[in-house]
């Protein structure tokens, strides 16, 4: 992800998923939801991604209204579109209806001063998943520790 300004990864998408794909979407935005975006004031952890009519669709991502809006801010909780070729959009609809696989959004940075939406394509992970990848984490940090320790002379 080259991102000139990182804004927000969804962590939590790391643990709930098994990531396939990755695909970088541009975001139909309005100015204050901008504005928003880069004083960070957005979450994306009830989120998802949804195909519609040939168009793809970021729903439920909760973008903070601009503190210095007036009258006319954005609504925090509405649907934003995401922009993609329409290659892309078709192999989306298709293995998100066959493979029933699930469109997540990982992160939201900015590229070049404009709004990029980091999506994936992914398969929820059972309970035993999430066990399993949270021991294999906690292992590796074990050996990293052990190994540090070896290098120092400890």
Same mark, same amino acid.
């Given at each position: 992800m080259p991102a000139d300004k990182e804004i927000l990864v969804n962590?939590?998408?790391?643990?709930e998923y098994h990531i396939l794909d990755k695909y970088e979407a541009g975001a139909a935005l309005v100015g204050t939801e901008v504005k928003s975006i880069m004083a960070?004031? *957005?979450?994306?952890k009830d989120s998802y991604? #949804?195909?519609k009519d040939g168009?793809?669709?970021? *729903?439920?991502?909760?973008?903070?209204?601009? #503190?210095?809006g007036n009258r006319q801010n954005h609504e925090p909780l509405r649907?934003?579109?995401?922009?993609?070729?329409r290659r892309e959009i078709e192999e989306l609809w298709e293995r998100t209806t066959q493979d029933s696989l699930t469109l997540v959004p990982l992160?939201?940075?900015?590229?070049?001063?404009r709004a990029k939406v980091e999506i994936a394509l992914a398969r929820g992970r059972k309970l035993y998943d999430k066990r399993h990848a949270i021991a294999a984490r906690d292992a590796k940090r074990e050996a990293d520790r052990?190994?540090?320790a070896a290098q120092r002379g400890d």
């Open positions: 962590r939590q998408a790391f643990h960070g004031r *957005i979450q994306l991604v #949804s195909v168009e793809v669709w970021l *729903i439920n991502a909760h973008i903070s209204p601009y #503190s210095h649907s934003r579109k995401l922009l993609l070729h992160a939201i940075y900015f590229q070049d001063g052990s190994i540090r």
